[in-house]
């Protein structure tokens, strides 16, 4: 089984500010890693994913994600937000070796981007 | 072209009625999903499809039952509704093979009053 879990459940930021959205999860077997962002009433949208390979990740959105293996932590980031950044954020595990596995998702991240 | 579309996306019932939320997608895959999102914003799976056969059914109550009529379409039917099912339902598929990332409908805001 896995499970994920998002530091933060709310992350204030002004615009133009860098911002850092913690992820660790946990599991027995090895994961696939991705980052799912919902705008307000919407439904999910891939962000990035880590399959393998390189462990700096860049999704859309100017959006880049690093996977540690030893600290098991998928953290997102981004350099500098917009307001239209903000929205509820997730992380989420899925196993590599079972197929059609299940997103195990963590609780979200609230990022709101101020003027 | 929507890949995942599910219908409705707004459902308000009376408590003890039956709905169904229907959901089609039309990316080749062969696995389905349904989510529930509660009022926190926490995703739980509720089942797992793949071609037309349940894989995965977790501790949801037995009012809820999912039919796939084929590997392109997992309905979702909900009898004698209750104010704690009020949530909204997502769909998502996967292809199983490639077994990578799922895609999700727009979802189904269910409130029961």
């Known amino acids: 089984a896995q499970s994920v879990t998002q530091l933060d459940s709310q992350v204030p930021v002004f615009e133009e500010a860098p911002v850092e959205l913690r992820c660790n999860y946990s599991s027995s077997v090895s994961v696939y890693l991705f980052w799912y962002v919902q705008y307000p009433n919407q439904g999910l949208q891939l962000l990035l994913k880590y399959l393998s390979g390189s462990t700096l990740v860049k999704g859309i959105n100017g959006f880049e994600a690093e996977f540690n293996k030893s600290q098991t932590s998928f953290h997102l980031r981004k350099p500098s937000v917009h307001i239209s950044d903000t929205a509820e954020y997730f992380c989420?595990?899925?196993?590599?070796?079972?197929?059609?596995?299940?997103?195990?998702f963590g609780e979200g991240t609230q990022l709101t981007v101020n003027p | 072209d929507t890949a995942v579309s599910q219908t409705p996306k707004y459902l308000v019932t009376q408590m003890g009625n039956d709905k169904s939320i229907k959901c089609e997608q039309n990316l080749g895959h062969d696995t389905m999903y349904w989510y529930k999102q509660d009022s926190k914003k926490f995703l739980k799976i509720m089942f797992s499809?793949?071609?037309?056969?349940?894989?995965i059914n977790e501790t949801v109550p037995n009012r809820f039952s999912p039919k796939s009529p084929d590997k392109a379409h997992l309905n979702l039917h909900i009898n004698s509704l209750e104010l704690g099912d009020s949530a909204v339902y997502f769909c998502?598929?996967?292809?199983?093979?490639?077994?990578?990332?799922?895609?999700f409908g727009q979802g189904t805001r269910l409130t029961v009053v």
């Open positions: 499809y793949n071609n037309k056969e349940l894989i």
């Open positions: 998502a598929s996967k292809d199983r093979l490639s077994n990578t990332e799922a895609f």
């Open positions: 989420a595990v899925s196993a590599r070796e079972t197929s059609g596995s299940r997103l195990t």
